[in-house]
C-alpha cells in the first residue's frame, strides 16, 4: 500500500476533529480505505473515545478489522463493552478478522450477554481464531 496522499491525510484528520458529527463519521470510513500508519492511530483513538459518536466509534472498530492491525487488539478489546449497539458488535468481528488469540478470553465473556447480535459476533469471531467452544480448546492453523 502505497503512502496516502499527506494533503487528503490532513483534512481527513481535521475531519475528524471537528464538531460535524457527520464529517467525523465519513472521515473514519475514508481513514480505513486509506489506510497507513496515522490512519490506524486515528481510529485507534476513536475507538478508545468514550465521548465520541457512537456510529463513529463503531465504524472505527470496523475499519480497524479491514486494516488487520495488530496494535488495535487491545482497544478493540476494551470496545467490547462499550455503549450502544454497533461498536461491540463491530469490534468483536474486528478481532477475528485480527487473529489475534488475547481476544478469546474476551470474546467468551461477550457470550454471557443477552444480545444475540453480540453472542453471534463472538461466536464468529471465535471460529475465526480456532477456538472450539464444545472442547474448550484453540487449535492452531
Known sequence: MSDPDPAVMKQLLADLRG???????????????????????????????????????GRAAFMLGQLKDQRAVEPLIQALTAPGHQTPVHAAEALGKIGDRRAILPLLTMLNTDNEAFREAALEALKRLGHDLRAGETFSE
Do not use: P, S, Y
Open 19 to 57: 464538531f460535524d458529527k457527520q464529517k467525523r463519521r465519513t472521515a473514519v470510513m475514508k481513514l480505513g480505505m486509506v489506510g497507513g500508519d496515522e490512519a490506524i492511530r486515528a481510529l485507534i483513538m476513536t475507538v478508545r473515545n468514550e465521548h465520541e459518536d457512537l456510529i463513529a466509534r
